[in-house]
Nanobody
Framework: QVQLVESGGGLVQAGGSLRLSCAAS????????MGWFRQASGKEREFVGA????????DYADSVKGRFTISRDNAKNTVYLQMNRLKPEDTAVYYC?????????????????WGQGTQVTVSS
């Protein structure tokens, strides 16, 4: 019903920046809250951040607060994750997700649609 495709991942040195994009297609809605999650090799998927459908409110995990910023362009059906001052511990596959609700959640189970992920590797 909804397809999400992440892009923008890659290799960056510690302290550098990357901007991830998540393009949505299909039966999308600007009212959907969007979330970003990440999963390092051998570890559980963890919450990174989320934004409401309106884009007016954001929420971040403590580990990325102050370094990462989520934004969305509803006209382009795209959500972004700007990552600054990257650390090696940020290395993971990053996923975007959509929730059929205007409110965001930090629980991955509350999201209905998922992208396939994009690899982010931060070298020291």
């Amino acid at each position: 019903q909804v397809q999400l495709v992440e892009s923008g991942g890659g290799l960056v040195q510690a302290g550098g920046s990357l901007r991830l994009s998540c393009a949505a297609s299909g039966r999308t809605s600007s009212s959907y809250a969007m979330g970003w999650f990440r999963q390092a090799s051998g570890k559980e998927r963890e919450f990174v951040g989320a934004v409401t459908g309106s884009g007016g409110y954001t929420d971040y995990a403590d580990s990325v607060k102050g370094r990462f910023t989520i934004s969305r362009d509803n006209a382009k059906n795209t959500v972004y994750l700007q990552m600054n001052r990257l650390k090696p511990e940020d290395t993971a596959v990053y996923y975007c997700a959509a929730r059929s609700s205007g409110s965001y959640s930090e629980n991955s189970y509350d999201y209905n649609y998922w992208g396939q992920g994009t690899q982010v590797t931060v070298s020291s």
